[in-house]
Structure formats: structure tokens, C-alpha cells
């Protein structure tokens, strides 16, 4: 079955440290890949996306993912983390041609240390 | 534009109650969806509508129905609430179902069945 998995279920950073949260999938074909985000209290917000061309796709707030199609990974990074992306992070996975579904990840709740 | 928008925001039920989850977006989207999220478990597609007038099962449809009153508004309904149905729910929208669109998501509902 396809799956999308985060191995990383809580992480905690102190401010101005590095973030790498892993995403992996399972689906040999072609795919559109997203990083959404979850404020506390707030909606999903689309971080980035790729659908093709240059693997590494820059998003809003400092985040980038790469796409590493030999790996079916799509890690999203930041250099530097703020307090405010405390939140939680969903790697969502669309797979096949012409198809409408997301296949979501469990999540990676990130916490921010002032 | 108020992108998605989900009533009510909170809502407890007594087992074997019904209610109805509205959803509205002003995005002219053709596709809409409602998804379900449990902790642990990511996301999950309970249905889907691709078009106005269409409907369809998502991954996890068993005691739900769905209503695609016209192109602005699609309505989750629980016909007879069981505890398994507490949950967060997502109602999201696309300008199409193809594998290319970004889906947008409203601020969700908090549903507690006792």
C-alpha cells in the first residue's frame, strides 16, 4: 500500500538551530510531493511543493525541501529555526496520473525553545 | 476572499446523535473534500467531490454521508455519532482533482462524541 512516513514524531530545537524533518514514500511512479504546516489552533497552510524540475524547492518562511527521487525521500529544511514555527509538520504525498488524493504522513510536531 | 470556511467550529454529541458539518469556499474550486484527523494518524480522505453534482469514497467513508449542495458547499453528515468519530475534521478545496493542484484547507471542526 502507499504510505508516507516521518520518522520523526516530536522534535525540540532551540532557537537558531538547523531543522531537518525526514519524509519518505512509498511509490515507484511519478509524484507531487507537499509540506504543510499547523500552527497551534490554525488550519493547514502549504509550506511548498514540488512537481517537477529542480529538486530543491524553496517555500515561504526560510523552509526548502529536496526531492531525492533514488531515496523516495522529500526532507524539508530550515537553517535557522524562530519560536514561531513551533508547530506541526505534515508531508503529504499525491501519487499516480491524474489523481485527486493526498497521502498524508502522521506528522512531526516541532517545538521552538526561546 | 475567505478561502474555506467550517461550521461549526466546536461541537459535542451524544452517541447515536446527528449532526451536519458545513463547508463553503469562495475560491470558485471545483473539487472539494473532507478529511478526518486523528492523532498519530496524519490525515485521512473520508470523501471527496471532484465536480458539482459528484461524490465519492475516500478512505475511511463507513458512517458518513456527504452532500455537494452546489459548487460553493459540500456538507459532512454523521447520521448516528459513535465515539470512534471524535475527531478533528478538514474540509478542503481544489480547483481541480488532478495530481497538479494544491488543496486548501479550512480551520477544521473539533467533534467530541460521548
Known amino acids: 500500500a502507499q504510505s508516507v512516513s516521518q520518522h520523526n514524531h516530536h522534535v525540540i530545537l532551540s532557537e537558531a538551530a538547523s531543522l531537518e524533518l525526514g519524509c519518505n514514500y512509498s511509490?515507484?511512479?511519478?509524484?507531487?510531493l507537499f509540506w504543510y504546516v499547523q500552527y497551534p489552533g490554525q488550519h493547514l497552510q502549504l509550506l511548498l511543493k514540488y512537481f517537477s524540475g529542480d529538486p530543491l524547492v524553496k517555500g515561504i518562511k526560510g523552509f526548502e525541501a529536496e526531492f531525492i527521487k533514488s531515496k523516495f525521500s522529500f526532507n524539508l529544511r530550515k537553517p535557522s529555526v524562530q519560536w514561531s514555527d513551533t508547530a506541526e509538520y505534515f508531508c503529504a504525498v499525491k501519487p499516480g496520473s491524474g489523481t485527486y488524493k493526498y497521502i498524508f504522513g502522521t506528522g512531526t510536531r516541532l517545538k521552538v525553545l526561546a | 476572499n475567505a478561502g474555506v470556511t467550517q461550521t461549526p467550529k466546536f461541537q459535542v454529541l451524544k452517541t447515536g446523535q446527528s449532526m451536519t458539518l458545513q463547508c463553503a469556499q469562495d475560491m470558485n474550486h471545483n473539487s472539494m473534500y473532507w478529511y478526518r484527523q486523528d492523532p498519530g494518524m496524519g490525515l485521512r480522505l473520508i470523501y471527496y467531490s471532484a465536480s458539482e453534482g459528484t461524490t465519492d469514497k475516500g478512505e475511511v467513508p463507513n458512517g458518513y454521508n456527504v452532500s455537494r449542495l452546489n459548487k460553493r458547499e459540500f456538507s459532512l453528515r454523521l447520521e448516528s455519532a459513535a465515539p470512534s468519530q471524535t475527531s478533528v475534521y478538514f474540509c478542503?478545496?481544489?480547483?481541480?482533482?488532478?495530481?497538479?493542484?494544491?488543496?486548501?484547507f479550512g480551520p477544521g471542526t473539533r467533534l467530541l462524541v460521548l
Open positions: 511509490y515507484g511512479g511519478t509524484v507531487n
Open positions: 478542503a478545496s481544489s480547483r481541480t482533482a488532478t495530481r497538479e493542484e494544491t488543496q486548501y
